[in-house]
């Protein structure tokens, strides 16, 4: 069965970076586009970055653009995302999902920035 | 403030039909697709529509999806009490180059 598992979060301290992974299973990885997508406590969802199944094409939403990079390793079945200049309002539940339509979601792992 | 408007929250009565609005413009839900989530609380998304008005395997056809010019909207039929979650709306922004969700709405069953 498809499984997503994202791990890497924690708590840091803004203008630090961090770098979450995503560990995906039971599909045919390099198949697929994968998104990354966050919450923020108590609030809706934000899309954040989504990457090809080939890693050749990235998009990303402006508030993280210049500073957070998705990648991609099809022989590991693992995807990435690497914040970097972390700010108080990145803080949220980020989520890795499958495919254009984001069919799968993961658990989520939890992000706080806070001095 | 989204990009996608929904309202906030919605109610219903067991076995009353709710629907959900979902209003973009024709860079977003005027040009692409649309795609509906439902989270229950404490949990992950989970896809309830796509391309519109497709139901997954496994989504009751309670659940319905529709859509004119830019805006889409989200049906369930025979609510139940186990509807009671946050339901999401997106689509893609060719304005914005990146995908845009609505805001959510609360679905409270009576």
């Known amino acids: 069965q498809v499984q997503l598992v994202e791990s890497g979060g924690g708590v840091v301290q803004p203008g630090t970076s961090l770098r979450l992974s995503c560990a995906a299973s039971g599909f045919t990885f390099s198949s697929y586009p994968m998104h990354w997508v966050r919450q923020a406590p108590g609030k809706g969802l934000e899309w954040v970055a989504l990457?090809?199944?080939?890693?050749?094409?990235?998009k990303y939403a402006d508030s993280v653009k210049g500073r957070f990079t998705i990648s991609r390793d099809n022989s590991k079945n693992t995807l990435s995302l690497q914040m970097n200049s972390l700010k108080l309002d990145d803080t949220a539940v980020y989520y890795c999902a499958r495919d254009y339509f984001a069919d799968y979601w993961g658990q989520g792992t939890l992000v706080i920035v806070s001095s | 403030q989204s990009v996608l408007t929904q309202p906030p929250s919605a109610s219903g009565t067991p076995g009353q039909r709710v629907t959900i609005s979902c209003s973009g413009s024709s860079s977003n839900i005027g040009s692409n697709n649309v795609n509906w989530y439902q989270q229950l609380p404490g949990t992950a998304p989970k896809l309830l529509i796509y391309?519109?008005?497709q139901r997954p395997s496994g989504v009751p056809d309670r659940f319905s999806g529709s859509k004119s010019g830019t805006s889409a909207s989200l049906a369930i039929s025979g609510l139940q009490s186990e509807d009671e979650a946050d339901y999401y709306c997106?689509?893609?922004?060719?304005?914005?180059?990146?995908?845009?969700f609505g805001g959510g709405t609360q679905l409270t069953v009576l």
């Open positions: 990457i090809s199944n080939d890693g050749g094409d990235k």
């Open positions: 391309t519109n008005n």
């Open positions: 997106v689509a893609w922004d060719d304005s914005l180059n990146g995908a845009v």
